[in-house]
């Protein structure tokens, strides 16, 4: 049985749709103070927040990398599942975790990688985008992909209406992908 640490940065709706399905979560790591790891904390899931506080160009992203590696490892940890995870990782984890780290992406990838996917896809015009559970590696939102669900872009879609009928996707895909890769 796998170890799971799932990353946070932001609202956390995912951990929270990971928490109802059931999974079992040992250990959340966030890289701000933000809801996902509030939420942590009321859920009694062990958290740490390890604080990136450096978001100019000269962060150190390989140590910043190297001490959430060794925080881990530490933890026994065996699979990473990064939920809105907003700090681009280096070499340290992927070469600890080789396809052990999942991802959840706005699109249907290989469209629309990066942080404004949903943004990006409605800009251009597409009639379907979706969201993409992925095996995480050095090269962003590029990792074999695991799974994908459609979502119709509607006339009326802001950014936000969009991203949210993809987040109830992701919801039900996410941890379902997750369990499967937690007892293989
Ligand atoms: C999700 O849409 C995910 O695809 C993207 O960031 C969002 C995280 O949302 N990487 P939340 O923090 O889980 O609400």
Redesign the pocket.
Known sequence: MNKLAVL??????????MHAYGLEIALVVADRT???LTFAREQNIPCILLERTDFSSSFDRYAYTKNLTHLVRQHNITLIA????ATILDTPLFDAYPGKIL????SLLPAFKGAS??RDALAYGVKVTG?TIHIATLALDSGPILAQHPVLVHESDTEASL?QR??EA?YRLYPAIIANMLCS
């Open positions: 946070v940065s932001r609202t956390g709706t995912n951990l929270r749709a933000c809801p996902g990064m939920a809105g995870f991802n959840t992406h706005p996917a949903v969201c991203h993809i987040k992701e």
